[in-house]
């Protein structure tokens, strides 16, 4: 956000303002400020717009009360608020006003002069006040009015012709047709960060407001896995088209990512505040109600503010991890390291599994991946991490692993990431912690990029039934043991059973056995005993982002 221009403290000419080009409303301000400070004989200035509750400074020079671009006063207290919407007379003498006894310095004066005048544009709309403060009387303070109110006027017209040309120039900025979805025809992630950049500098140039609102299209998923992919995508279209239906020409929609749309409604009083009234009303009397029936509709009422609060504490919950994320995001997503994936015997390197880091001092990658689901951010965050990973394809020897949850695998926005992508040197993995609702819907998705040389593995194999289900429901290429099953297999014999029945298994299916965690040599020596091609742990190679890893 820029940060506004400092109030000028330099004297006035006598009469007039000083010469020199004006280049904007902020620019003009300043300048008329600081010329009404060295003309009218009060010490303090400033304009400021009313928003909500606050009385939120635009412009300033006030060397007592110390407000700058960017001060809120209560507007309620405010002379200000008393001219524009009581009639009130523009000139005030009196003891100071509550909205500034709290912000004078010590030594201010008991009592003061305060002129206010509206700026207001062509048609009438009061956008602003002009205010000025002084101590003494200010006797002259009625002569100088007609000047006062001429600034207030110049500057209302400044200001109207500088907010039209914001409303024209954010009415262009929605039109632009590039970085479009292509799937519902609405605006891109890439149009929502920049319009949500340009929003924030123009709230605090002119005070004004801006609300968000999040949708989320409830059963995307479900509805790809039974209709097909085509269904989810006319659902998501037509959710666009209701959205949009309902929106002003300056409001923007746009798709964020997965099943996510934002909204952006400028000029809009920020969501919030008071939740509303819990009221009963009967069309005829009844004479019967007593203070304990309100009791029990107050009683009533705290119950449903309990469940208000408990929703309101998950949203905040909520914000603050897609906040995180969105941090993540600009930050370029989660950095990737690669652990090699080595032949038992031979010692070479064959592959190598990404892994995603996170930023120091945050949760580890297991808690970013589960709450990013639970937000609906789970797709987004696993396709980043692929796509981050796959950088590194063509500087690796072997394939390369990846980590994907069901979900994720059956999206239309992994086929169109792997684009291109050489995938018989690509290898998904399937985790154990990840439910698998429908077998059959994951299978056919997976046919066509298996059939172009995509490789499936099972990880975590041995911790759970679920990853023999998926071993047996799937027939993978790769069956990973978990490292549950490889610590202490050494000396385990009922560990080294399990193996060898899983040898066994591999073996007559085709598919191949890594070994997960393998951190000394007798854990090596038993698994090669075992006929265990594969492997990878901090005993072979540890993960390493790229040169070192190559």
Same mark, same amino acid.
């Given at each position: 956000?820029?940060?506004?221009?400092?109030?000028?403290?330099?004297?006035?000419?006598? =009469?007039?303002? *000083? =010469?020199?080009?004006?280049?904007?409303?902020?620019?003009?301000?300043?300048?008329?400020?600081?010329?009404?400070?060295?003309?009218?004989?009060?010490?303090?200035?400033?304009?400021?717009?009313?928003?909500?509750?606050? =009385?939120?400074?635009?412009? !300033? /020079?006030?060397?007592?009360?110390?407000?700058?671009?960017? %001060?809120?006063?209560?507007?309620?207290?405010?002379?200000?608020?008393?001219?524009?919407?009581?009639?009130?007379?523009?000139?005030?003498?009196?003891?100071?006003?509550?909205?500034?006894?709290?912000?004078?310095?010590?030594?201010?004066?008991?009592?003061?002069?305060?002129?206010?005048?509206?700026?207001?544009?062509?048609?009438?709309?009061?956008?602003?006040?002009?205010?000025?403060?002084?101590?003494? %009387? *200010?006797?002259?303070?009625?002569?100088?009015?007609?000047?006062?109110?001429?600034?207030?006027?110049?500057?209302?017209?400044?200001?109207?012709?500088?907010?039209?040309? /914001?409303?024209?120039?954010?009415?262009?900025?929605?039109?632009?047709?590039? =970085? +479009?979805?292509?799937?519902?025809?609405?605006?891109?992630?890439?149009?929502?960060?920049?319009?949500?950049? /340009?929003?924030?500098?123009?709230?605090?140039?002119?005070?004004?407001?801006?609300?968000?609102?999040?949708?989320?299209?409830?059963?995307?998923?479900?509805?790809?896995?039974?209709?097909?992919?085509?269904?989810?995508?006319?659902?998501?279209?037509?959710?666009?088209?209701?959205?949009?239906? $309902?929106?002003?020409?300056?409001?923007?929609?746009?798709?964020?990512?997965?099943?996510?749309?934002?909204?952006?409604?400028?000029?809009?009083?920020?969501?919030?505040?008071?939740?509303?009234?819990?009221?009963?009303?009967?069309?005829?009397?009844?004479?019967?109600?007593?203070?304990?029936?309100?009791?029990?509709?107050?009683?009533?009422?705290?119950?449903?503010?309990?469940? +208000?609060?408990?929703?309101?504490?998950?949203? $905040?919950?909520?914000?603050? $991890?897609?906040? $995180?994320?969105?941090?993540?995001?600009?930050?370029?997503?989660?950095?990737?390291?690669?652990?090699?994936?080595?032949?038992? &015997?031979?010692?070479?390197?064959?592959?190598?599994?990404?892994?995603?880091?996170?930023?120091?001092?945050?949760?580890?990658?297991?808690?970013?991946?589960?709450?990013?689901?639970? +937000?609906?951010?789970?797709?987004?965050?696993?396709?980043?991490?692929?796509?981050?990973?796959?950088?590194?394809?063509?500087?690796?020897?072997?394939?390369?692993?990846?980590? &994907?949850?069901?979900?994720?695998?059956?999206?239309?926005?992994?086929?169109?990431?792997?684009?291109?992508?050489?995938?018989?040197?690509?290898?998904?993995?399937?985790?154990?912690?990840?439910?698998?609702?429908?077998?059959?819907?994951?299978? *056919?998705?997976?046919?066509?990029?298996?059939?172009?040389?995509?490789?499936?593995? +099972?990880?975590?194999?041995?911790?759970?039934?679920?990853?023999?289900?998926?071993?047996?429901?799937?027939?993978?290429?790769?069956?990973?043991?978990?490292? %549950?099953?490889?610590?202490?297999?050494? !000396?385990?014999?009922?560990?080294?059973?399990?193996?060898?029945?899983?040898?066994?298994?591999?073996?007559? /299916?085709?598919?191949?056995?890594?070994?997960?965690?393998?951190?000394?040599?007798?854990? &090596?020596?038993?698994?090669?005993?075992?006929?265990?091609?594969?492997?990878?742990?901090?005993?072979?190679?540890?993960?390493?982002?790229?040169?070192?890893?190559?």
């Amino acid at each position: 956000m820029p940060t506004p221009p400092a109030p000028s403290t330099a004297p006035a000419p006598a =009469h007039g303002h *000083a =010469h020199g080009p004006v280049a904007d409303f902020a620019a003009a301000a300043e300048r008329t400020l600081v010329d009404l400070a060295g003309r009218v004989g009060l010490e303090s200035w400033w304009i400021a717009r009313a928003e909500g509750a606050e =009385h939120v400074v635009l412009a !300033a /020079t006030d060397p007592v009360f110390g407000l700058s671009a960017g %001060s809120a006063l209560a507007w309620r207290d405010t002379h200000c608020r008393r001219v524009v919407e009581e009639g009130a007379h523009p000139v005030l003498r009196g003891p100071l006003p509550d909205s500034l006894a709290g912000l004078a310095a010590a030594g201010a004066p008991a009592r003061v002069s305060v002129v206010s005048v509206p700026l207001t544009s062509p048609g009438g709309e009061v956008l602003a006040t002009l205010c000025g403060v002084g101590s003494g %009387s *200010a006797p002259a303070l009625e002569e100088a009015l007609p000047s006062v109110r001429l600034q207030g006027d110049l500057l209302g017209a400044l200001l109207a012709a500088e907010l039209e040309v /914001t409303e024209r120039a954010r009415a262009a900025e929605r039109a632009r047709t590039e =970085h +479009v979805d292509e799937v519902t025809g609405v605006a891109g992630r890439e149009v929502w960060d920049a319009a949500l950049r /340009t929003e924030e500098q123009r709230a605090a140039r002119h005070a004004l407001p801006v609300s968000l609102v999040l949708l989320a299209v409830d059963d995307l998923t479900a509805v790809n896995r039974r209709d097909g992919f085509g269904a989810g995508d006319a659902l998501l279209h037509r959710a666009a088209r209701t959205v949009e239906s $309902r929106l002003r020409a300056g409001d923007l929609l746009a798709r964020l990512a997965g099943d996510r749309f934002g909204v952006l409604l400028p000029g809009t009083d920020a969501l919030g505040g008071l939740y509303g009234t819990l009221c009963a009303v009967s069309a005829q009397p009844d004479e019967g109600l007593r203070e304990r029936d309100a009791e029990v509709l107050r009683a009533v009422a705290e119950a449903v503010m309990d469940l +208000v609060e408990e929703e309101d504490e998950l949203q $905040r919950v909520r914000r603050a $991890r897609l906040a $995180r994320l969105d941090d993540l995001d600009a930050a370029g997503g989660p950095r990737v390291v690669y652990q090699p994936i080595v032949d038992l &015997l031979s010692a070479e390197h064959v592959g190598a599994e990404a892994l995603s880091r996170f930023p120091a001092g945050t949760p580890a990658p297991d808690r970013w991946f589960a709450e990013a689901a639970e +937000v609906g951010y789970g797709e987004d965050l696993e396709l980043r991490a692929v796509a981050n990973a796959l950088r590194g394809l063509p500087r690796l020897p072997g394939f390369l692993t990846v980590n &994907l949850s069901p979900a994720t695998l059956t999206s239309p926005a992994l086929a169109r990431l792997l684009e291109g992508v050489p995938l018989e040197r690509l290898v998904v993995e399937i985790t154990e912690h990840a439910a698998i609702e429908d077998y059959a819907a994951l299978l *056919a998705t997976l046919e066509p990029l298996r059939r172009n040389g995509l490789r499936v593995a +099972v990880d975590d194999t041995g911790a759970g039934y679920a990853s023999l289900r998926h071993v047996l429901a799937i027939l993978p290429d790769f069956i990973k043991l978990d490292i %549950s099953l490889v610590r202490g297999i050494d !000396a385990d014999p009922s560990r080294r059973a399990l193996a060898a029945g899983l040898v066994t298994f591999a073996a007559s /299916t085709g598919a191949r056995i890594v070994a997960e965690g393998i951190e000394t040599p007798a854990e &090596l020596a038993a698994l090669r005993g075992l006929g265990v091609q594969l492997g990878q742990g901090y005993h072979l190679a540890r993960p390493a982002p790229l040169p070192a890893a190559a």
